[in-house]
């Protein structure tokens, strides 16, 4: 039962980060790891607002 | 109320009429025509000036050869007929855009009679650069101070005379959108074409050096009549000094492209700069020292203290110790202040998991307890006890920030850019890569020359992002004593500026050879930060730093237990053995200690084993996952009795070196898949993704190896 739960919770994982991946390359999300350097903390805003120039 | 005649030049006969705000029209009555330059900075207003002065109709056409916008139009007064051209806006009169070659031949090679600079007063040191160098060209000038409303909203107050002198140039405040001044300004040219200023072509001082070898270049020039006439002898040798490439394909003798070149190796030689970065250092120091003497204000006076604050803090020879003192500042900070916070969070930690193992019966199996003690707290804990140091450290940057010191490095770095063939405005995008390189390559869009994009694209993940502090936070107590933390931690981030630096030379030697274009780069006034903004920025990167270890990292923890814990070995194969050889067994059983096992061959000489290897794999996701997998790793298998941090255990299986070349490689090797992602949709192919991704792995591999080798050498 134990065990069983534990292959439930790495699958599921596994499935979210590798969607999370999917997503990244296929340019669906930024995927940044940002650190609030651009001071815009969501790297989303700042692609988009790039990718309008 | 302003009186003066409209006359368009669209076919060079018709009188047209046309109103200038408030004047009334007269038929053209002039005596004798003047030409009259229009030049001005991009958005300093000259555009409306010339609207103003010419009214609603001109003529529009394209300067010969180029597809540059040429507009003429006229007006009349005081007897004379003023045939006004709109120049295109430039910052700068060099060679290096066809709007600043069309501008500048005009001048000279259309026997301009008054040459006008609409000078935005509101940004008066900025816009007197270009000034200057119609100074130089010793044109007749007169420079029209436009938007004076914005400025004495402002209270700033400015010596027109005192101006005029420096500049030996009349000076005319005006305020373009509303018509005011611009009766005063056409008086300003008419009495420039009557009663001309003794021309001086020494306003401008170059400094000895460069004076020196201006008069050793001046009397070569005198083979060259016609050159010499049209151009001015002294400002043809500046231009010949500056390398000015427009001038140098004027077809000159080879005794003087010889002297030129001499001169201008000399100077390279003797004060370490082109001369072209000398003669823009000596322009920038006529307009702050003409500015200092007479602009004043409350904004003005900021400047000025800032301007004081900057001889010190961008002095050539102060500027990078200076920047290199703050940094090690900064780390050595983030450790004293930030160490007793972390054991605080680290003992909360381990209560935590004491708690919940002491849920379960002593000595019981449980792959649910595994789970959260040693993948989710061994693993994302470990990644949030450096909590405490990242906020300090983005709480000291945030400060240097606020208060304008940032803008700074990026201007001290601006020459040594040049050095290597990129200029300050890469630095800008390399200085985001501290925080993480995503935004960074998404920064270097600002750059318009493809090549130097590139460059600073593939480089940027050598920039110790915010993934690689927690890195640096576990490793570098775990090997060091308490008084070397501050300097090793700052060690490594010169060593990935140093890297940067050096790659991007040895690409712009080989991949991306080419010329880069100079631009101004701004400085703002130095103010106090406000506490309330520097929280904010604080607070906004360390929330993404928590959100990222409680998403992303918690998957990732979460996997590479499952990773490290599975397939188990049987009772059969542990029988009989010690508690810590059981554990190595086990590990090296599991998936993730068959990668390592397999990579363990290649990552030996760097003094790495099969445990380093996975978590390096594991970093490629996301960089902060090695501190998770390197928790992961020792917190499995543990004894409950045990109570070493994973410092401790850090420490007592590997030496120093090991440590700091865990930290070489990781600074150095393959950036995170966000990077490679982000890198591929910047430059539009996977190719240069690819790239970035061996370049890099293959430099930290080779860097890694040397310096473990020889370290290895040394300290036996």
Known sequence: METALVIAIVAAVVIWISWSAYKVVAGKSSGCSCTGSCNKGDCAELSESNDKK | ?716
């Open chain 2, 1 to 716: 109320m302003q009186e003066f005649n409209i006359v368009t030049t669209d076919n060079g006969v018709t009188a047209g009429n046309g109103v200038v705000r408030n004047g009334s029209v007269k038929r053209d009555v002039s005596k004798k025509t003047i030409t009259v330059a229009v030049a001005g900075n991009p958005n300093s207003g000259k555009t409306t000036v010339f609207n103003a002065l010419t009214g609603a109709r001109q003529h529009v056409g394209n300067y010969p050869g180029v597809t540059v916008e040429k507009k003429e139009g006229s007006c009349s007064h005081r007897g004379h007929k003023i045939n006004l051209v709109d120049l295109p806006g430039t910052y700068s009169l060099t060679a290096f855009s066809v709007e600043e070659v069309v501008a500048r031949n005009f001048i000279v090679d259309e026997h301009t009679d008054v040459v006008v600079d609409i000078v935005d007063s509101s940004n008066l040191e900025r816009n007197l650069y270009l000034a200057t160098q119609l100074v130089e060209m010793n044109v007749p000038l007169v420079l029209a101070f436009n938007m004076t409303d914005i400025v004495e909203r402002r209270g700033t107050v400015f010596d027109i005379e005192k101006l005029s002198g420096f500049f030996n140039a009349s000076i005319v405040p005006i305020v373009g959108t509303k018509g005011r001044g611009l009766g005063k300004l056409l008086d300003a040219i008419v009495d420039t074409v009557e009663n001309p200023r003794v021309k001086d072509e020494h306003t401008v001082h170059y400094g000895d050096e460069v004076e020196e070898e201006l008069d050793k270049i001046k009397p070569l020039l005198a083979s060259e009549h016609s050159l010499g006439e049209k151009y001015g002898s002294r400002w043809l040798a500046l231009k010949l000094l500056e390398q000015d490439k427009d001038i140098l394909d004027k077809g000159h003798s080879q005794e003087l492209i010889d002297a030129v070149a001499k001169s201008v190796q000399h100077l390279t030689k003797v004060t370490g700069d082109e001369p072209e970065i000398l003669v823009a250092d000596r322009r920038y120091g006529f307009i702050s020292g003409a500015c200092e003497e007479a602009v004043t204000n409350s904004v003005e006076i900021r400047h000025m203290r800032s301007d004081l604050v900057d001889k010190v803090i961008l002095n050539r020879v102060l500027a990078i110790p200076i920047f290199a003192v703050l940094m090690y500042g900064v780390f050595k900070l983030t450790f004293m202040l930030g160490d007793p916070l972390m054991g605080l969070i680290e003992s909360m930690f381990e209560w935590l998991s004491a708690f919940i193992t002491g849920l379960w019966p002593i000595g019981a199996e449980s792959a649910i307890k595994s789970l959260i003690v040693d993948g989710i707290i061994g693993g994302v804990g470990g990644v949030i006890v450096f909590v405490p140091n990242i906020m300090l450290l983005f709480f000291a940057i945030a400060i240097l920030e606020d208060s304008g010191y940032m803008a700074r490095a990026a201007f001290i770095m601006d020459r040594v850019m040049h050095k290597i063939g990129l200029h300050g405005k890469s630095f800008i995008p390399m200085l985001i890569g501290f925080g993480c390189s995503v935004p960074a390559i998404m920064g270097t869009r600002v750059l318009e020359n493809r090549r130097s994009r590139l460059t600073t694209i593939l480089v940027i993940p050598l920039m110790s992002c915010g993934a690689r502090l927690p890195i640096y936070v576990l490793l570098i107590p775990a090997f060091f004593a308490a008084k070397w933390h501050g300097l090793v931690m700052w060690l490594m981030y010169v060593i990935g500026v140093v890297l940067a630096i050096f790659c991007a030379k040895l690409l712009r030697k080989t991949l991306f050879k080419g010329e880069t274009m100079p631009f101004v780069m701004e400085l703002p006034p130095y103010r106090v930060p406000t506490l309330r903004g520097v929280l904010i920025h604080m607070w906004g990167r360390s929330w993404m730093y928590l959100k990222k270890a409680g998403t992303i990292l918690l998957g990732i923890s979460i996997i590479l237990w499952a990773a490290t814990s599975y397939p188990k070995p049987d009772e059969n194969t542990l029988a009989g053995l010690s508690a810590e050889q059981a554990q190595t067994t086990a590990l090296r059983y599991s998936i993730a200690g068959r990668v390592g096992t397999a990579m363990e061959p290649a990552v030996k000489p760097l003094g790495f084993d099969y445990r380093i290897g996975t978590a390096l794999i594991g970093a490629l996701a996301a960089k902060e996952v090695f501190v998770a997998q390197m928790g992961i790793v020792y917190s499995l298998g543990e004894s409950n009795e045990s109570s070493q941090t994973l410092r401790e255990k850090l420490a007592s299986n590997y030496s120093s070196l090991q440590g700091f070349c865990i930290m070489l490689f990781c600074l150095i090797s393959a950036p995170c898949m966000a990077t490679l992602v982000i890198c591929k949709r910047e430059t539009g192919s996977w190719l240069w993704a690819l790239f970035q991704f061996c370049g890099l792995t293959a430099l930290a591999y080779l860097v890694t190896l040397v310096v473990y080798q020889v370290g290895s050498l040394i300290i036996t």
